[in-house]
């Protein structure tokens, strides 16, 4: 479906998510992540780019445990710390994971995804044609309930920093994966805040897709 459908879509309230595949787990556990090998982070910054060609071909389980956990996950369990910072350890930003098996919610101390909806909502993740095809789109979303300690006014800002400084792991953890992968803010808010059923005190931040790289056509 292209952008402009979508958008046309948008306006009669009619983009819609599509049926889920049949038998998805309610839980999906992961392999713990690899912390070991990879490329050298200076090499990963080097070959930091967006791209938007991806293969449909669903990602590998251990790429998708070490993706999960380069964005969000637990690298120091004594405290509960976690890749990214967040302000006062509050970790307001949550991170879903739209794949064809549904919508599920990454949550980092089982290290595991928990389905929250029983739709394919990828298509309702952006507006670029892409992401109805790519195999998986991150959705990242602030839950301003757990800023109780910061001013209202400055909230987003918190999480925005949080969000971006997860979509940068990604980034870095494609780099090195030789993963294609490209952030987005270009979304119809309502329609995707519907379909994920989000709650009044939950906001919408950013969008990321991630997939393998798109073999090019030989002539």
């Known amino acids: 479906m292209n952008s402009l459908t979508k958008m046309a879509l948008g306006l009669i309230g009619q983009l819609k998510p599509l049926p889920a595949l049949e038998g998805a787990s309610t839980l999906l556990h992961l392999p713990a992540p690899s912390l070991s090998g990879g490329m050298p982070l200076i090499a990963a910054l080097a070959s930091r780019q967006s791209r938007r060609e991806f293969a449909p071909e669903p990602l ?21 710390g976690r890749t990214v910072p967040s302000a006062m350890n509050s ?17 980092p101390l089982p290290h595991h995804l928990r389905l929250i909806v029983a739709s394919d909502v990828r298509r309702v993740t952006g507006q670029q044609d892409f992401v109805d095809t790519a195999p998986l789109d991150l959705v990242f979303v602030a839950d301003h309930s757990r800023l109780g300690l910061v001013p ?18 990604v980034y870095l953890y494609c780099a090195s994966e030789g993963l294609a992968t490209v952030i987005r803010a270009w979304f119809d808010r309502d329609a995707l805040s519907q ?25």
């Open 152 to 169: 209202a006014a400055q909230r987003e800002a918190y999480a925005y920093v949080m969000a971006g400084a997860m979509a940068q792991n």
């Open 91 to 107: 970790q307001e930003v949550l991170l879903y994971v739209a794949m064809p098996q549904g919508l599920f919610l990454y949550e």
């Open 60 to 80: 590998a389980e251990q790429q998708l445990s070490d993706l999960l956990w380069a964005a969000a996950g637990i690298n120091r369990h004594e405290l509960g």
């Open 195 to 219: 379909a994920m059923g989000l709650q009044a005190d939950h906001q919408l931040l950013l969008s990321q897709t991630v997939g393998g790289m798109k073999a090019e056509s030989s002539a």
